[in-house]
């Protein structure tokens, strides 16, 4: 499937494809590496969450409420 393809597919379908190559890219840890703004992103989360900024839910409540927003 070409870009262009991908992007005329509606958003639900993009999101399920972004978790299956999240989960294909999670499954081989040593062969990916971060870029230095992820750390960063992180830490910010982290310092967020610790400042009671923002709080934690389960992965499957934040999949539903991310297909909430971008399934039609």
Request: glycine fraction near 6%.
């Amino acid at each position: 499937m070409s870009i262009a393809e991908l992007r005329k597919l509606p958003s639900g379908e993009k999101l399920k494809i972004i978790e299956a190559l999240w989960g294909d890219l999670a499954g081989d840890e040593d062969a990916f590496e971060s870029p230095e703004w992820h750390e960063a992103e992180l830490k910010k989360t982290e310092a967020d969450y610790a400042a009671g900024r923002i709080e934690a839910i389960g992965w499957e409540d934040a999949k539903k409420e991310l297909r909430k927003r971008f399934e039609p």
